[in-house]
């Protein structure tokens, strides 16, 4: 594809619900990074994959944060049990290979009412 | 634990002017540094990355420093334009994890 993109683009949900966020990085990209983005600071680093396998989830917040990437080109972040404070932008970007430019997706703004 | 300043207020420019936009960190020895541009409602986009063994990277308008004995970058945009306006993100890697911290960026505004 053209870009890495993103989908849903908004999604909006309750507390307590699963919530499931894709993410299609440009093709060929091995290495694929999920941030979350809050109004007014820096993209935060959640989880980054080196083809299929998670190669650093350091920056997961909790065992509700789950990532995939079973096929080392499309990947989901799986949030169980959301909660209010999970509201945020989330972003996606992949890389030709780690440590090189990194292009960012339009992210999925989840809203937890 | 790893820490990264920017210029938290806006900086506002006329047109025409350089704008320099300053990265501050500490607690960490990152092996290059990059610079991304984002807009509202938009992902960052790149801009430009240094090693830490360079001290200078030039493409076209834009310009950064790294100085690792001051822990600190410098990002120039000359001959600014009003669309430049964008909040400005640097961000640390290093060679052993691969993930990028992030400022928390700084606002730019150039009035016409």
């Known amino acids: 594809g053209a870009g890495v993109s993103q989908t849903p683009s908004n999604k909006v949900t309750e507390k307590g619900k699963y919530v499931e966020l894709r993410c299609d990085p440009i093709?060929?990209?091995?290495?694929l990074y999920w941030y979350r983005q809050s109004l007014g600071q820096g993209p935060e680093f959640l989880i980054y994959?080196?083809?299929?396998?998670?190669?650093?989830d350091s920056g997961l917040p909790n065992d509700r944060f789950f990532a995939v990437r079973p096929e080392g080109s499309v990947s989901t972040l799986k949030i169980q049990r959301t909660e209010r404070g999970d509201s945020a932008v989330y972003l996606c970007?992949?890389?030709?290979?780690?440590?090189?430019?990194?292009?960012f997706g339009p992210g999925t703004r989840l809203t937890v009412l | 634990s790893q820490k990264i300043e920017q210029n938290s207020e806006a900086l506002n420019i006329q047109e025409g002017k350089t704008a320099t936009l300053t990265c501050n960190y500490t607690?960490?020895?990152?092996?290059?540094l990059q610079w991304y541009r984002q807009d509202p409602g938009r992902g960052p986009v790149f801009l430009l990355l240094?090693?830490?063994?360079?001290k200078e990277k030039r493409k076209e308008r834009l310009k950064v420093t790294f100085d690792t004995t001051l822990k600190q970058s410098l990002f120039h945009i000359t001959a600014s334009q009003p669309a430049d306006s964008a909040t400005y993100l640097c961000?640390?890697?290093?060679?052993?994890?691969?993930?990028?911290?992030f400022g928390s960026g700084t606002r730019l505004l150039v009035r016409p």
């Open positions: 970007a992949s890389s030709s290979t780690v440590g090189n430019e990194q292009f």
């Open positions: 240094i090693r830490e063994n360079e």
């Open positions: 994959f080196q083809g299929t396998g998670a190669a650093d």
């Open positions: 961000a640390l890697g290093d060679d052993s994890s691969y993930k990028l911290i």
């Open positions: 607690n960490y020895s990152p092996a290059y």
């Open positions: 093709s060929g990209h091995t290495a």
